[in-house]
């Protein structure tokens, strides 16, 4: 079979171009590839909302791929097993609310699920900043600034582009990097007891889980905070390995969305 390499490179460049060119006015725009922000990205884009997930690293599935300390396993609650099985994730009832998944085949499959379910993703890809605009007498988050990740890694001094979302779902995990330069640049107030982000704390896992739940939803106009950093921003416990939360919180945060866009 012939070959010619600028075609494979013209296919490669049109296909890209044509996916970026249709998120530059995002429905929802999910920072972070971790357990919250897939599930999110394949319930909102099944639903057919124009979604795009931005993660910095190659590789979607954040926390999840080493289960606890590299073993690579991953425990799940009965009320979060759903948000495996659907979409073909084996798991296996350990004893009593307790289930377990193998880490690689569920961060794999959640990551391959919400590919197929058609949202858009740019992985290499860094969200440094939003985008705010005064709306309604006040401000809001539009859009986000982003950069190739390997700029942003070498320290190379390049400017970022923008992109403009209806919604933006800050699932970063325990970093909470946008919201901190949100606080850190802007004289805004936040939707939490201080105003500002009220930090992570040590463990607990019980407590954390429910309040991962609790605490995913807009905690500035535009901006919803879900998985990790939600508790990170609301002030709430870490959970270590268990992942059950992590899902419900993207399952939360897609039909709070969904529910606002549809009006
Ligand atoms: O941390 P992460 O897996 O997020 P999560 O969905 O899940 C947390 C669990 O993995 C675990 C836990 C469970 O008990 O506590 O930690 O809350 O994934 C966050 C992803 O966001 C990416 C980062 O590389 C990771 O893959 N990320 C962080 N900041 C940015 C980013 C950024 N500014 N731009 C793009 N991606």
């Known amino acids: 079979m012939p070959l010619d390499e600028r075609i494979i490179t013209e296919a490669i460049v049109d296909e890209y171009f044509a996916k970026f060119k249709s998120s ?6 999910i920072v972070g590839g971790g357990p919250s922000g897939l599930t999110a990205a394949r319930l909102l884009a099944a ?9 910095r690293k190659l590789s979607l599935g954040g926390g999840m791929w080493g289960g606890g300390m590299t073993y690579n396993v991953i425990v799940v609650q009965e009320e979060s097993v759903h948000l495996l099985t659907d979409v073909g994730v084996p798991v296996k ?10 880490a690689v085949g569920a961060t794999t499959t959640l990551a391959s699920a919400a590919c197929l379910a058609g949202a858009k993703v740019f992985n290499c890809m860094s969200v440094e900043d939003v985008v705010l605009r005064e709306v309604d007498g006040g401000k809001r988050v539009t859009g ?3 950069n190739s990740s390997p700029v942003e890694i070498a320290g190379l001094h390049v400017d970022p582009v923008v992109l403009g979302c209806k919604y933006l779902v800050e699932a970063t995990g325990h970093a ?6 949100l606080v850190k640049k802007n004289d805004v107030k936040l939707n939490t007891p201080s105003g500002g982000i009220e930090g992570e704390q040590s463990m607990w896992a019980e407590v954390a889980e429910t309040n991962t739940v609790k605490n995913t939803r807009e905690i500035f106009p535009g901006l919803y905070v879900a998985g990790m950093a939600a508790n990170a921003s609301f002030g709430s416990y870490r959970m270590g390995p268990i992942f059950g939360g992590m ?5 939360k945060v897609a039909a709070d969305i969904a529910a606002k ?3």
């Open 47 to 55: 639903d057919g909302f124009n979604v795009a997930l931005f993660e």
């Open 247 to 251: 899902l419900l919180s993207g399952e």
């Open 261 to 263: 866009l549809r009006g």
């Open 176 to 181: 909470v990097e946008v919201l901190h330069t």
């Open 24 to 29: 530059l006015d995002l429905d929802v725009a």
């Open 144 to 146: 986000i600034v982003i």
């Open 93 to 102: 009832r350990y004893k009593d609310n307790y289930f377990t998944a193998d």
